[in-house]
């Protein structure tokens, strides 16, 4: 046994932290994810620092937050002359490239969502599975998408190999792949050759899901395991809470969920359990050849998601907002040999947390804008205060913070200087808000806010010594339209015809 353990990351797209059977969903039914609550410690207020993919993701691969990273949204925006030229000039080495230099071998496979999509993240092995295909050099530079040309081509001419998208964004689909081949059994396939590829060195792994993210379109038999009349109504407040913040129903129109029912919500929400489903079996195979190394208990895994969906609580779907369902995420981590089996804590903890428990289990602790989650753990480092989270770059009219403390959580929205306090203990479903009842506490969170916003790429939010308010707009609606532009594929014809030229 190797006296550095294994580290192993295993990260899902879009997962709510509410659909893991044995942290309270009494629907789901997740037993590897279950296998992972009880092999160490389940962290239930965990965040995202900035909840939308490409953010949170370069998030965790840096252990930086957005305000050092200078990625607030998808796209990344191109950085001013006055940053830093790269990424890793901005935050030091990726995750990958410093657990190589700490005596790992390393392989990261699945979604990474980088631009450039094909970006270099320090890995010994790196295999793509990106979504969306932008030109045919992508498509077969892709490595799922290889797969399926080389080794299964009589699927090939599908275009959109997870799901259909735009207007089918929310529309209940099964996978057009079987669940032998889809991308998340793919990624099993892989993580598991990676594991066997032995070299005397511990390994460093991640392994990315592209779902439970939307298309909702599990393989058959998951397609049909949940029934949609057992599923729960969304969520709502009245719209001045659930729409303060314009992007949310912007959002729905730009995926076709602006008129979504109660009906159709529980037949999404059933296709969007038995994604999890599937993924969670898809784990189990992951987690079946860690436990038949000789070095099981010396292996650390880290499970978590980039951020959450609405799923039509808060009249919303998508994420890019600041509820729960939103930001909030799964997060568990265990490590038998050192940490604690079957615990859960309350502290408040975050994607960017993630680096620093794979660098100091690797013996090169590098916390940069996390905290010492293993220390935490062990009594030996304080648990984070106040915890932030950003969207949309400082200055702009998109910007928005979250500052979340105890049980309160305060949310400042750019557009129209509007401002959000919840009590997450008292009305978790964050239906009451109590911006004018708490002056008090409302002050103290958007002081911490400020105060945070004192950096290099912060204080552009900062009007003097408050929070830069602007005039409440209504952003333009426009449809997302996603289809296979690898193909020559960019939307829908003038003319139905057209279609079949």
Known sequence: MPT?????????????????????NSITYTPNMDRLVRRGVAFTNAYTPCPVCLPARYSLHTGRAPLTTGVFTNPCPNPPATWAATMEDRCGPFLARQMGRLGYRTFGIGKFHTEPWDQNMGFDVQLHSEELYSDPQQRAGDAFARFIHDQHPEYDWIDMLQGERGDMYYMPQMSPLPAAITVESWAADRAVEQMHADDGRPFFGFVSFIGPHPPCAPPQPYNRMYNPDRMPDPIRSNLAVDHADDNVPWTNYSVWAEEISNGWARVIKARYYGEISYIDACLGRILDAVEARPDADNTVICFCADHGDLLGDHHGWQKDSFFEASCRVPFLVS??????????SHELVCLSDLFGVATAAGNGPDFRDGIDLLGMVAGRAAPRRTLF???????????????????????????????Q??????????????????????????????????????????DGDGLKRFAFEMRPRRRFLQFDEARGVTGYPDRPADVLA
């Not at 490590?335 to 859960?344: D, E, G, S």
């Not at 200055?395 to 401002?419: C, D, H, L, P, S």
């Open 4 to 24: 550095k353990p294994n580290v192993l990351f295993v990260m899902t797209d879009q997962q709510r932290f509410d659909t893991i059977a044995a942290l309270g």
């Open 335 to 344: 490590w038998p040999a050192r940490m604690p089996a079957a615990v859960k």
């Open 389 to 419: 989270g950003c969207f949309g770059r400082p200055g702009t009219q998109r910007f928005k913070i979250m500052a979340r403390a105890g049980e309160w959580k305060y949310v400042f929205i750019a557009n129209g200087g509007r401002e």
């Open 421 to 462: 306090l919840f009590n997450t203990a008292r009305d978790p479903q964050e239906s009451l808000d109590l911006a004018q009842q708490e002056p008090a506490k409302l002050a103290e969170l958007r002081s911490a806010a400020e105060q945070r916003l004192r950096t290099p790429l912060g204080e552009a939010a900062l």
